[in-house]
Structure formats: structure tokens, C-alpha cells
């Protein structure tokens, strides 16, 4: 079975910047579309964003757009979002999450599509 392992979480200032990545054990990673989501303390969990399994297409939540990049690198089997200009607001546990897709050419930011979960890494964004 497919097991995702995040990390790269951690404290950060506002206005600074992270790089989460989502590492692949026993299977590769090429087959697979990857959604990155969080979720806050009380707050349902959001899709933030996600990439497919060509690498062609990627999608943002409207929150992050413009902040935020998601790439992947199947040499290493490891899909990164980059996080710049972090806000309180980005303070939430982080998930990468993988399914295999119709299409080489689509991802989906919908949580139910998934079928393979990580454990989730903290990303705090406070002075």
C-alpha cells in the first residue's frame, strides 16, 4: 500500500516562507495525482492544492493563489509545496494525499478523491 510521510513543517514568522514535501515509500510516486490540504483546530479540512500526475496541471485555493507552489520531482518521488508570505490564517495541520487518476492530465482539490493519506505535518505562522 501507498504510504505518504510529510515534512518540512514548523514556526514561522509571518511573511516567511516553508517547503513541505510529500515523500513516497514502497511505491512511486509517477502514477499518482497529489492534493496537498490542511486543516485548522475546529475548521473543516481545505483543499489547498494539487498537482497531476503528468505534472502539467496544478490548482490553488483562492486563499493561497499567488503564495503558494506545488511541483513535483518523480526523480526523488517527492511532490513539494512551497509556502511564501505565510499568514496566521496558513496556521493548520498539512496533508499530502495521492489517488490514481482517469486522467494524466487533471487533479482535484475534493478530499473524497483520495484514496491514500499522510500522517500531516504542523505549520504554525506567528510572531
Known amino acids: 500500500q501507498l504510504q505518504l510521510v510529510e515534512s518540512g513543517g514548523g514556526l514561522v514568522q509571518p511573511g516567511g516562507s516553508l517547503r513541505l514535501s510529500c515523500a513516497a515509500s514502497r511505491f512511486t510516486l509517477d502514477y499518482y495525482a497529489i492534493g496537498w490540504f490542511r486543516q485548522a483546530p475546529g475548521k473543516e479540512r481545505e483543499g489547498v492544492s494539487c498537482?497531476?500526475?503528468?505534472?502539467?496541471?496544478?490548482s490553488y485555493a483562492d486563499s493561497v493563489k499567488g503564495r503558494f507552489t506545488i511541483s513535483r520531482d518523480n526523480a526523488k518521488n517527492t511532490v513539494y509545496l512551497q509556502m511564501n508570505s505565510l499568514k496566521p490564517e496558513d496556521t493548520a495541520v498539512y496533508y499530502c494525499a495521492a489517488n490514481y487518476p482517469l486522467s494524466d492530465y487533471v487533479c482535484h482539490k475534493q478530499a473524497h478523491v483520495y484514496d491514500y493519506w499522510g500522517q500531516g505535518t504542523q505549520v504554525t505562522v506567528s510572531s
Open positions: 498537482i497531476s500526475k503528468s505534472g502539467d496541471s496544478t
